[in-house]
Nanobody, 129 residues
Framework: QVRVVESGGGSVQTGGSLRLSCVAS????????MGWFRQAPGEQRKAVAV???????????SVKGRFTISKDTAKDNAENILYLQMDSLKSEDTAVYYC???????????????????WGQGTQVTVSS
């Protein structure tokens, strides 16, 4: 059974930092890709940062230079761990952040369909001035 659990969200002021974590397990990591996505109220879900199996990362233009994605493995490779270090946060970063393994290996500007892929429950990030 696939399990994806995000954590680390919260409320911060503009310019602050947060570090999100995701633990994913129960699937075959044939591609080794994992990504962070976000969805603000009334908007579609979009990719924020994705890391491919070879460790290369791509970012949405809106977060380049501020966010850093990284991944790790744990528990005899049974769990895949994904992080998102978010610095210099802006109010427009406010959204629910989701982690998804395997389906996307690069960031694309088009919204993603949450009916496909593996998803967690998300973690809320709120940035206020």
């Amino acid at each position: 059974q696939v399990r994806v659990v995000e954590s680390g969200g919260g409320s911060v002021q503009t310019g602050g930092s947060l570090r999100l974590s995701c633990v994913a397990s129960g699937y075959i990591a044939s591609r080794g890709c994992m990504g962070w996505f976000r969805q603000a109220p009334g908007e579609q879900r979009k990719a924020v940062a994705v890391i491919a199996g070879d460790g290369s990362a791509t970012y949405a233009d809106s977060v380049k230079g501020r966010f850093t994605i990284s991944k790790d493995t744990a528990k005899d490779n049974a769990e895949n761990i994904l992080y998102l270090q978010m610095d210099s946060l802006k109010s427009e970063d406010t959204a629910v952040y989701y982690c998804s393994p395997e389906r996307w290996c690069v960031v694309t500007p088009t919204p993603v369909d949450p009916h496909f892929g593996y998803w967690g429950q998300g973690t809320q990030v709120t940035v206020s001035s």
